[in-house]
Every structure is written in C-alpha cells, then in structure tokens.
C-alpha cells in the first residue's frame, strides 16, 4: 500500500517512528507529511492567517516532511499539494494518550484522520493509553496496527468513515483482546489550576477526568480500562435527527 503518515504529537515523536518503521517492515511506501511542533488538542483546526511551511527530514533511518502547520495542514497539502498521486491509506498517530469519548472532538490525531476520510480515503486514527514511552516499546502496537489495517474491508464500511483504534497501556503481550465497541458519551469534568509566574501573574493549566460512574460499560472508554484494543467506526455528521424532527414541528415563522 501508499500510506499517507502524520499525527498530533510531532514528526519526532516515539509513536509515528514506531508505525513508519512497522509500516517500511510490512513492504508498504509510506509518505510522512507532520507537524513540526506538539500539535495535540488542536482538533480540526487549519491555518489560515499565515503562511505554512515545510522542512525536510533525511535520517539514516527515517525520511519526512515536517510541516509547520496542524495536522489537518499537514492532510490537505499532503493530498493536494504534496504527494504525486492520492495514497491508498491514511494513518495518524500513534499518539501518546488514547482519544476516546469526547477526546475525538478536542484530538488532532482524529482531526487529521476526518480530514483524509472527507476525501473518501480509508483513514485510521490510533493511539495509546499512555502518555511516556521510551524508544522502541511502541513497535509492537505499530506492528499490530499495520496488519489490523490490511485486515479492514473498507468497502463494507461505507464513505468517509474513519476508525479510531487505542490501544491499552499494558504491553501487547497482556492485552485482553480486541473489541469493535461505541464511544463513550461520557464527558470530561475540566478544573483550571491556577498559579503565578517568577513576576506574580496568574496562568493556568487545564486538569480534569471522565468520571468514572458515568462511563457506559462496554463503551470505549470502558472496554480501554480493561485492557482491551478498542475500534470504533467514525461518522462526522453531526445532524441529530430527533432534533432536526423537533424544529420542523415548531411554528418558528
């Protein structure tokens, strides 16, 4: 296959290394178009009130493009600018924390995979329950998500759909199993910290957690904590049906 590689985390980060090697391994061309910088919670955003550019990566063992830009950036010029023809695939991650539940709304990993599946290619998003890696232990979630990928009948999915995979902190050797499951509806219950600089003014950091009686069992979110590799099938309409019944019936003028 021609995969189109990027993430949320940085072109340097432990987990796109990890999927571009498993993915090299596997006999597969793979492009990497990523941000330059940490670019996680950025969601779906683009850049639009400056220029984006780019820089060249050539490693012994590694060969990219870094975009200063977000991941949705790095998607549309990858697509529209950049590669010769449209790839077979695209896979963003693997990031560092799962996105799970509301996490897909905030996540610049699944924003980048949305952006692929609007263009009606077969997208992964794929992350890890867990925020500190060291080089090498995410090799074998790369390898498993790359032959996970292959298994995949996109046809019998639908257009722009995107899967959303996490896989569990525990290594691969405990994980429980596998499980296609719907996401959580759960939220995040969000505090501010705040603190003072070296000169006293205020900042904040943000802080918060899903509560974890509000977790719907086999969601997820819940099927993540038990040591379980969740798939959930992604649709980006937002319309809600039984609202869109409830405004047509009201006398609004």
Request: proline share 8%.
């Amino acid at each position: 296959m021609d995969v189109l590689l990027t993430n949320d985390d940085g072109i340097r980060a432990r987990g796109l290394r990890a999927l571009y090697a498993a993915l090299l391994e596997a006999g597969h061309t793979v492009h990497v178009v990523a941000p330059m910088t940490q670019q996680s919670g950025v969601g779906h955003s683009l850049t639009v009130f400056e220029p984006v550019r780019a820089m060249d990566f050539e490693e012994p063992d590694f060969k990219g493009l870094g975009i200063y830009g977000t991941p949705t950036d790095c998607v549309k010029l990858a697509l529209g600018q950049l590669l010769p023809k449209k790839p077979d695939m695209v896979i963003s991650g693997i990031n560092a924390g799962p996105n799970v539940g509301p996490d897909i709304l905030y996540s610049g990993t699944v924003g980048a995979a949305t952006e692929a599946g609007h263009e009606n290619l077969p997208s992964i998003a794929v992350s890890h329950d867990c925020y500190k890696v060291k080089n090498g232990d995410l090799l074998p979630q790369a390898r498993h998500l790359v032959a996970l990928a292959e298994r995949i009948d996109w046809s019998q999915l639908g257009r722009r759909r995107v899967v959303n995979v996490n896989y569990p902190a525990c290594p691969l050797d405990e994980v429980k199993g596998l499980r296609v499951c719907p996401q959580t509806s759960a939220v995040w219950v969000n505090t501010y910290s705040e603190r003072l600089d070296p000169r006293g003014a205020p900042y904040w950091w943000l802080e918060g957690e899903i509560p974890a009686e509000t977790i719907e069992p086999d969601s997820d979110k819940d099927m993540l904590n038990r040591g379980y590799i969740t798939l959930t099938p992604l649709r980006f309409d937002f319309t809600d049906p039984a609202g869109l019944n409830a405004l047509a019936g009201m006398k609004l003028g």
